[in-house]
């Protein structure tokens, strides 16, 4: 290359450097060796911590915020002393963001479209894509479970994670009316007025997982609810205590919520209800806790059912569980396979039959259908629903970065066949 062509390209490098100066410490090689430094460490204290809150927990403590807290474990050597010691690991959010403004300082003051640079500079955008595709996706991915008993149909899912206080008016069996207040509201606490319902609702305590007991008859109930005095708190005599949230993948949480109802100023008594995380299968806990999944209030000549149950979203279209089947390794109760033949309803009778088993989904309207659990009698299955508005940008971004690759490969490739190629045709 001409000097005075690589001189105007140093020149053109060095204004753009000037021009961009305060971005040229954000852009220093040593901060991304740092930052990819502590992502190690982080993944490493996340996967050590997956065994005491499970991955969901782990996510949450350490990849979906900005740092944890991490405790020496107290089988590693030294742990009797360390242990005791909080120590802050930075979270995925805020390596992941430094990471993104890191590379877009580099990708800025470095760029530079010519034949021998262009393949970095895409490979560089596509790993830019892939971590703002990442936080994207734990940003705004929702994670649901639709539950269908054989020859029965759905069309709404229910969250993993948070609840729902719903009111029913059945007064009328061809109608139902249902009126929900959603965990954010439940937090806050206070009285929560809608026109929709014809009562108040004082919130006294609410939480995300409990433990429960039915007392023997005649003994008093104490603590979270000592003023229940109404529905299936009252008649299965219950005793409530506290208890974290369990993130393992096994874990069952219980949301329990104490209320007390009003007509104006007169109390209408005070309620406990409590979330099955199976989504209201309380016969199978016990036959006195049953009407937890509908406990009925006679108000002003109408009835009312109100229940504590997963967060739920209706959807425009409906799924109808046509068969199951369960394939089991031989000699064993280890399954291999799970199938569920469904049918897709949609909006003007238009209908679409699909077979759902693993690593083969249902994918409709935003919404991806894979199969997740399905019981030994094959009478009911349950598929993991995921919505994740931001699927397209690691596809997007691993195209890129597969281009820049072959791209500067083949530079590279041709430059020295070129050169080879010249140096042995004879003088």
Known sequence: MPKEKQKKKRGSLGERRKKFSWLVPLASINLTLTLLSLSMILIFVATLEQVRIGIRGALAEYFESMFGIWYYPEQFWGGEFLNAIPIPIPGGYLLGGL??????AAYITRFQWTGKKMGIQLIHLGIIMLLVGQLATQAMQEE????INKGDSSNYIERFHGVELAFSDVTD????????????????????????LPFKIKIKHFGVNCDFTVTPEGSKRSGLVRDVNRGVGQTANLS????????????????????????????????????HPGGNHWW?????????????IRHQGKLWGVTLRSEREYLPYSIELLDVENEFYQGTEIPFNFESDVVLNMEGKQSRRALVYMNTPLRHDGKT????????????????????????????ACVLVSIGLLW????????????????AQPA
């Open 99 to 104: 990471l993104i403004v890191n590379l877009t």
């Open 144 to 147: 649901s479970r639709m539950q």
């Open 173 to 196: 069996p061809a109608t139902e009316k249902v009126v929900t207040i959603p965990q954010q509201i439940l937090e806050d606490g206070g009285t929560i007025r809608t026109s929709d």
């Open 240 to 275: 409530v205590s506290l208890k974290d949230e369990d993130f393992s993948s096994e874990g069952l949480n219980f949301g329990y919520l104490v209320f007390e109802l009003f007509d104006g100023t007169n109390s209408l008594g005070t309620w406990l209800s409590i979330a």
């Open 284 to 296: 199978k806990e016990s036959p006195k806790l049953s009407d937890f999944a509908f406990q009925p």
């Open 369 to 396: 259908f894979y199969q997740y659990q399905m019981n030994a009698a094959a009478n009911y299955t349950v598929f993991q629903v995921i919505r994740n508005p931001s699927w397209l940008i690691p596809y997007i």
């Open 408 to 423: 500067q490969f083949s530079f590279h490739l041709i430059r020295f066949l070129r050169k080879n190629s010249s140096s």
